[in-house]
Protein backbone atom coordinates (compact mmCIF):
# COMPACT_ATOMS: atom_id res chain seq x y z
CA UNK A 1 0.00 0.00 0.00
CA UNK A 2 2.04 3.19 -1.03
CA UNK A 3 2.03 5.98 1.98
CA UNK A 4 1.34 9.35 -0.20
CA UNK A 5 -1.55 10.95 -0.68
CA UNK A 6 -1.46 11.17 -5.00
CA UNK A 7 -3.19 14.46 -6.01
CA UNK A 8 -3.77 13.97 -10.86
CA UNK A 9 -4.04 17.17 -12.02
CA UNK A 10 -6.32 16.50 -15.11
CA UNK A 11 -8.67 13.53 -15.29
CA UNK A 12 -8.84 12.99 -18.61
CA UNK A 13 -7.74 9.26 -20.45
CA UNK A 14 -4.29 8.69 -18.82
CA UNK A 15 -5.06 9.48 -15.42
CA UNK A 16 -8.09 7.38 -15.73
CA UNK A 17 -6.37 4.80 -17.00
CA UNK A 18 -3.82 5.55 -14.27
CA UNK A 19 -6.42 5.32 -11.42
CA UNK A 20 -8.47 2.70 -12.32
CA UNK A 21 -5.56 0.43 -12.41
CA UNK A 22 -4.10 1.61 -9.35
CA UNK A 23 -7.81 1.12 -6.98
CA UNK A 24 -7.66 -2.37 -9.07
CA UNK A 25 -4.13 -3.47 -7.64
CA UNK A 26 -5.39 -1.98 -4.63
CA UNK A 27 -2.02 -0.67 -4.27
CA UNK A 28 -3.45 3.08 -2.71
CA UNK A 29 -7.02 3.44 -1.03
CA UNK A 30 -9.08 5.57 -3.45
CA UNK A 31 -8.98 7.91 -0.53
CA UNK A 32 -5.59 8.63 -0.68
CA UNK A 33 -6.29 9.48 -4.31
CA UNK A 34 -7.69 13.03 -5.78
CA UNK A 35 -8.41 13.81 -9.35
CA UNK A 36 -9.22 17.40 -10.45
CA UNK A 37 -10.53 18.41 -13.79
CA UNK A 38 -12.65 21.61 -14.89
CA UNK A 39 -15.98 19.20 -16.24
CA UNK A 40 -18.43 18.11 -13.54
CA UNK A 41 -18.63 14.91 -15.57
CA UNK A 42 -15.71 13.96 -15.31
CA UNK A 43 -14.98 14.59 -11.76
CA UNK A 44 -18.36 12.73 -11.37
CA UNK A 45 -17.32 10.12 -13.44
CA UNK A 46 -13.78 9.81 -11.45
CA UNK A 47 -15.88 9.54 -8.00
CA UNK A 48 -18.46 7.12 -8.89
CA UNK A 49 -16.44 4.39 -10.83
CA UNK A 50 -13.06 4.71 -8.51
CA UNK A 51 -14.14 6.11 -5.24
CA UNK A 52 -11.63 8.86 -5.07
CA UNK A 53 -12.01 12.61 -4.31
CA UNK A 54 -12.21 14.60 -6.57
CA UNK A 55 -12.18 18.79 -6.99
CA UNK A 56 -12.41 21.74 -9.28
CA UNK A 57 -9.34 23.63 -7.22
CA UNK A 58 -5.31 22.59 -8.81
CA UNK A 59 -4.58 24.65 -5.66
CA UNK A 60 -6.34 22.75 -2.96
CA UNK A 61 -5.42 19.64 -4.20
CA UNK A 62 -2.02 20.08 -4.11
CA UNK A 63 -1.63 20.98 -0.90
CA UNK A 64 -2.98 18.15 0.50
CA UNK A 65 -1.22 15.76 -1.44
CA UNK A 66 2.29 14.99 -1.49
CA UNK A 67 2.83 12.77 -4.89
CA UNK A 68 1.70 15.26 -7.51
CA UNK A 69 0.99 13.66 -11.03
CA UNK A 70 0.44 16.63 -13.71
CA UNK A 71 -2.03 14.39 -16.28
CA UNK A 72 -3.13 17.81 -18.31
CA UNK A 73 -2.36 17.76 -22.06
CA UNK A 74 1.05 19.50 -22.92
CA UNK A 75 -0.73 22.53 -24.31
CA UNK A 76 -2.71 23.17 -20.66
CA UNK A 77 0.88 22.97 -18.85
CA UNK A 78 1.53 26.87 -18.89
CA UNK A 79 -1.52 27.60 -17.55
CA UNK A 80 -1.80 25.17 -14.62
CA UNK A 81 1.91 25.98 -13.66
CA UNK A 82 1.43 29.90 -13.22
CA UNK A 83 -1.58 28.93 -11.26
CA UNK A 84 -0.37 26.24 -9.06
CA UNK A 85 3.63 26.39 -9.25
CA UNK A 86 4.02 27.92 -5.76
CA UNK A 87 1.87 25.34 -4.26
CA UNK A 88 4.32 22.66 -5.85
CA UNK A 89 6.89 24.20 -3.52
CA UNK A 90 8.20 21.03 -1.70
CA UNK A 91 6.27 18.26 -3.53
CA UNK A 92 6.70 15.24 -5.67
CA UNK A 93 5.94 16.23 -9.44
CA UNK A 94 5.35 13.63 -11.77
CA UNK A 95 4.70 14.57 -15.08
CA UNK A 96 2.96 12.31 -17.64
CA UNK A 97 2.79 15.13 -20.48
CA UNK A 98 3.99 14.40 -23.88
CA UNK A 99 7.14 16.27 -24.86
CA UNK A 100 7.51 18.53 -22.10
CA UNK A 101 10.87 18.19 -20.37
CA UNK A 102 11.60 18.21 -16.50
CA UNK A 103 14.02 21.48 -17.40
CA UNK A 104 11.04 23.30 -19.20
CA UNK A 105 8.74 22.49 -15.42
CA UNK A 106 11.78 23.43 -13.20
CA UNK A 107 11.50 26.83 -14.88
CA UNK A 108 8.22 27.45 -13.74
CA UNK A 109 7.85 26.08 -9.92
CA UNK A 110 8.76 27.08 -6.99
CA UNK A 111 11.81 25.03 -4.92
CA UNK A 112 9.75 21.36 -6.01
CA UNK A 113 11.55 18.78 -4.20
CA UNK A 114 11.81 16.65 -7.39
CA UNK A 115 10.27 16.40 -10.85
CA UNK A 116 9.92 12.82 -12.15
CA UNK A 117 9.15 12.43 -16.21
CA UNK A 118 7.06 9.08 -17.15
CA UNK A 119 5.34 8.18 -20.32
CA UNK A 120 2.72 5.65 -19.43
CA UNK A 121 0.29 4.18 -21.09
CA UNK A 122 -3.43 3.23 -21.03
CA UNK A 123 -3.34 -0.07 -20.74
CA UNK A 124 -2.14 1.09 -17.20
CA UNK A 125 -6.26 0.65 -16.64
CA UNK A 126 -6.05 -3.33 -17.16
CA UNK A 127 -2.71 -3.10 -15.02
CA UNK A 128 -0.44 -4.30 -18.36
CA UNK A 129 0.58 -0.73 -18.57
CA UNK A 130 4.30 0.42 -19.54
CA UNK A 131 5.90 3.25 -17.98
CA UNK A 132 9.51 4.72 -18.80
CA UNK A 133 10.38 6.88 -16.20
CA UNK A 134 13.39 9.53 -16.44
CA UNK A 135 14.84 11.13 -12.55
CA UNK A 136 17.39 12.38 -11.80
CA UNK A 137 20.20 10.46 -10.01
CA UNK A 138 19.56 12.23 -6.86
CA UNK A 139 16.32 11.24 -6.12
CA UNK A 140 15.85 10.49 -2.73
CA UNK A 141 15.17 6.25 -2.47
CA UNK A 142 12.05 6.97 -0.49
CA UNK A 143 10.74 9.17 -4.15
CA UNK A 144 11.87 6.26 -6.25
CA UNK A 145 10.02 3.86 -4.40
CA UNK A 146 7.04 6.15 -4.31
CA UNK A 147 7.37 6.41 -7.76
CA UNK A 148 8.36 2.99 -9.14
CA UNK A 149 5.32 2.01 -7.11
CA UNK A 150 2.79 3.87 -8.58
CA UNK A 151 4.03 2.87 -11.85
CA UNK A 152 4.32 -0.69 -10.99
CA UNK A 153 1.29 -1.11 -9.48
CA UNK A 154 -0.49 -0.50 -12.87
CA UNK A 155 1.98 -2.28 -14.97
CA UNK A 156 5.85 -2.59 -15.94
CA UNK A 157 8.50 -0.08 -15.01
CA UNK A 158 11.76 0.78 -17.32
CA UNK A 159 13.87 3.53 -16.80
CA UNK A 160 15.09 5.92 -19.32
CA UNK A 161 16.94 8.81 -20.08
CA UNK A 162 15.80 11.72 -20.22
CA UNK A 163 16.92 12.54 -24.15
CA UNK A 164 14.88 8.97 -25.10
CA UNK A 165 11.50 9.81 -23.25
CA UNK A 166 10.10 11.22 -26.96
CA UNK A 167 11.15 7.99 -28.59
CA UNK A 168 9.38 6.45 -25.67
CA UNK A 169 6.11 8.26 -26.36
CA UNK A 170 6.21 7.40 -30.03
CA UNK A 171 6.60 3.49 -29.23
CA UNK A 172 4.83 3.13 -25.97
CA UNK A 173 2.92 5.92 -25.45
CA UNK A 174 1.17 6.03 -28.43
CA UNK A 175 1.50 1.88 -29.21
CA UNK A 176 -1.62 1.09 -28.12
CA UNK A 177 -3.50 3.20 -30.73
CA UNK A 178 -1.62 1.30 -33.44
CA UNK A 179 -2.22 -1.96 -31.72
CA UNK A 180 -5.60 -0.86 -31.39
CA UNK A 181 -6.01 -0.36 -35.07
CA UNK A 182 -3.93 -4.02 -35.61
CA UNK A 183 -7.15 -5.86 -33.90
CA UNK A 184 -9.65 -4.29 -35.54
CA UNK A 185 -7.76 -4.81 -38.65
CA UNK A 186 -7.33 -8.34 -38.00
CA UNK A 187 -11.22 -8.90 -37.26
CA UNK A 188 -12.27 -6.97 -40.28
CA UNK A 189 -10.42 -9.24 -42.15
CA UNK A 190 -11.87 -12.31 -40.67
CA UNK A 191 -15.51 -10.57 -40.98
CA UNK A 192 -14.35 -10.06 -44.49
CA UNK A 193 -14.16 -13.97 -45.04
CA UNK A 194 -17.30 -14.96 -43.15
CA UNK A 195 -16.71 -14.94 -39.32
CA UNK A 196 -19.19 -12.73 -37.50
CA UNK A 197 -17.71 -9.40 -35.84
CA UNK A 198 -17.54 -11.03 -32.15
CA UNK A 199 -15.88 -14.27 -32.81
CA UNK A 200 -13.53 -12.32 -35.22
CA UNK A 201 -12.41 -9.75 -32.81
CA UNK A 202 -11.89 -12.53 -29.93
CA UNK A 203 -9.76 -14.48 -32.10
CA UNK A 204 -8.28 -10.94 -33.02
CA UNK A 205 -7.65 -9.46 -29.46
CA UNK A 206 -5.92 -13.12 -27.94
CA UNK A 207 -3.90 -13.85 -31.01
CA UNK A 208 -2.24 -10.36 -30.34
CA UNK A 209 -2.13 -10.73 -26.48
CA UNK A 210 -0.72 -14.23 -26.92
CA UNK A 211 1.93 -13.19 -29.27
CA UNK A 212 3.09 -10.38 -27.21
CA UNK A 213 3.39 -12.87 -23.75
CA UNK A 214 5.46 -15.20 -25.78
CA UNK A 215 8.03 -12.48 -26.64
CA UNK A 216 7.67 -11.59 -23.25
CA UNK A 217 7.98 -14.70 -21.70
CA UNK A 218 10.03 -16.53 -23.46
CA UNK A 219 12.38 -13.89 -24.38
CA UNK A 220 12.79 -15.03 -27.96
CA UNK A 221 13.34 -13.08 -31.14
CA UNK A 222 10.11 -12.01 -32.79
CA UNK A 223 11.70 -13.12 -36.38
CA UNK A 224 12.14 -16.58 -34.73
CA UNK A 225 8.55 -17.31 -32.98
CA UNK A 226 7.00 -15.63 -36.70
CA UNK A 227 9.40 -18.56 -38.72
CA UNK A 228 7.51 -21.23 -36.30
CA UNK A 229 4.04 -20.31 -37.50
CA UNK A 230 5.44 -20.34 -40.81
CA UNK A 231 5.37 -23.47 -42.43
CA UNK A 232 7.07 -24.14 -45.67
CA UNK A 233 3.81 -23.52 -48.78
CA UNK A 234 1.51 -22.76 -45.72
CA UNK A 235 -1.32 -20.72 -45.02
CA UNK A 236 1.39 -17.76 -42.92
CA UNK A 237 3.52 -17.33 -45.75
CA UNK A 238 1.09 -16.18 -48.04
CA UNK A 239 -0.46 -13.89 -45.27
CA UNK A 240 3.20 -12.72 -44.40
CA UNK A 241 4.01 -11.92 -48.05
CA UNK A 242 0.94 -9.66 -48.38
CA UNK A 243 2.07 -7.63 -45.23
CA UNK A 244 5.77 -7.20 -46.73
CA UNK A 245 3.89 -6.02 -50.23
CA UNK A 246 2.14 -3.61 -48.33
CA UNK A 247 4.79 -2.02 -46.44
CA UNK A 248 3.81 -3.07 -42.79
CA UNK A 249 7.41 -2.85 -41.24
CA UNK A 250 8.39 0.50 -42.52
CA UNK A 251 4.74 1.54 -42.00
CA UNK A 252 5.26 0.93 -38.20
CA UNK A 253 8.11 2.18 -37.83
CA UNK A 254 7.15 5.91 -40.13
CA UNK A 255 4.34 5.57 -37.33
CA UNK A 256 6.96 5.80 -34.29
CA UNK A 257 8.98 8.10 -36.06
CA UNK A 258 6.20 10.45 -36.36
CA UNK A 259 5.00 10.53 -33.50
CA UNK A 260 8.42 10.41 -31.51
CA UNK A 261 8.83 14.07 -33.53
CA UNK A 262 5.38 15.13 -32.78
CA UNK A 263 6.21 14.55 -28.97
CA UNK A 264 9.40 16.88 -29.52
CA UNK A 265 7.67 19.15 -31.35
CA UNK A 266 5.08 19.53 -28.91
CA UNK A 267 8.34 20.16 -26.22
CA UNK A 268 9.40 23.14 -27.89
N1 LIG B 1 -3.93 9.31 -23.53
C1 LIG B 1 -2.82 8.59 -23.49
O1 LIG B 1 -2.78 7.45 -23.94
C2 LIG B 1 -1.59 9.16 -22.86
C3 LIG B 1 -1.51 10.49 -22.49
N2 LIG B 1 -0.36 10.97 -21.93
C4 LIG B 1 -0.28 12.38 -21.51
O2 LIG B 1 -1.22 12.56 -20.47
C5 LIG B 1 -1.71 13.89 -20.51
C6 LIG B 1 -3.22 13.84 -20.53
O3 LIG B 1 -3.62 13.19 -21.71
P1 LIG B 1 -5.09 12.60 -21.87
O4 LIG B 1 -5.52 12.04 -20.56
O5 LIG B 1 -5.09 11.78 -23.07
O6 LIG B 1 -5.86 13.97 -22.17
P2 LIG B 1 -7.36 14.35 -21.78
O7 LIG B 1 -7.70 15.57 -22.60
O8 LIG B 1 -8.23 13.15 -21.83
O9 LIG B 1 -7.20 14.77 -20.23
C7 LIG B 1 -6.75 16.00 -19.78
C8 LIG B 1 -7.81 16.51 -18.83
O10 LIG B 1 -7.31 17.66 -18.18
C9 LIG B 1 -8.37 18.59 -18.07
N3 LIG B 1 -7.84 19.93 -17.85
C10 LIG B 1 -7.63 20.93 -18.74
N4 LIG B 1 -7.17 22.02 -18.10
C11 LIG B 1 -7.07 21.69 -16.79
C12 LIG B 1 -6.66 22.40 -15.63
N5 LIG B 1 -6.21 23.66 -15.69
N6 LIG B 1 -6.68 21.76 -14.44
C13 LIG B 1 -7.11 20.48 -14.35
N7 LIG B 1 -7.52 19.76 -15.42
C14 LIG B 1 -7.50 20.37 -16.62
C15 LIG B 1 -9.07 18.45 -19.39
O11 LIG B 1 -10.35 19.03 -19.33
P3 LIG B 1 -10.98 19.67 -20.70
O12 LIG B 1 -11.07 18.54 -21.68
O13 LIG B 1 -12.29 20.21 -20.24
O14 LIG B 1 -9.99 20.72 -21.15
C16 LIG B 1 -9.10 16.94 -19.56
O15 LIG B 1 -10.22 16.35 -18.92
C17 LIG B 1 -1.14 14.56 -21.75
O16 LIG B 1 -0.12 15.43 -21.37
C18 LIG B 1 -0.61 13.40 -22.57
O17 LIG B 1 0.52 13.78 -23.32
C19 LIG B 1 0.72 10.17 -21.65
C20 LIG B 1 0.67 8.86 -21.98
C21 LIG B 1 -0.43 8.26 -22.68
O1 LIG C 1 -1.44 11.34 -28.28
C1 LIG C 1 -0.83 11.90 -27.37
O2 LIG C 1 -0.31 13.03 -27.54
C2 LIG C 1 -0.68 11.21 -26.04
C3 LIG C 1 0.76 11.01 -25.65
C4 LIG C 1 1.01 9.54 -25.75
C5 LIG C 1 -0.29 8.97 -26.00
N1 LIG C 1 -1.21 9.87 -26.10
Redesign the pocket.
Known sequence: MMNKSIAF?????????LIGGLVASQAAHPETICA????AA?RDLLKSRFGIRVGEK?GTAVREADLIVL????Q?MP??LS?VGPALSGKLIVS?????TVAWIRERVAQPRAIVRA????PALVREGVTALAYQPDLSADDVRAVRSLFEAVGSVVAVEERLMDAV?GLS??G?AYVFVAIEALADGGVKMGLPRATAQLLAAQTVLGAARMVLERGEHPARLKDQVASPGGTTIAGLHQLEVGGMRGCVMAAVEAATKRSQELGR
Request: proline share 11%; no cysteine.
Open positions: LGGGQMAEATDPMRNAVKPAAVDIAAGVMPNTTGSP
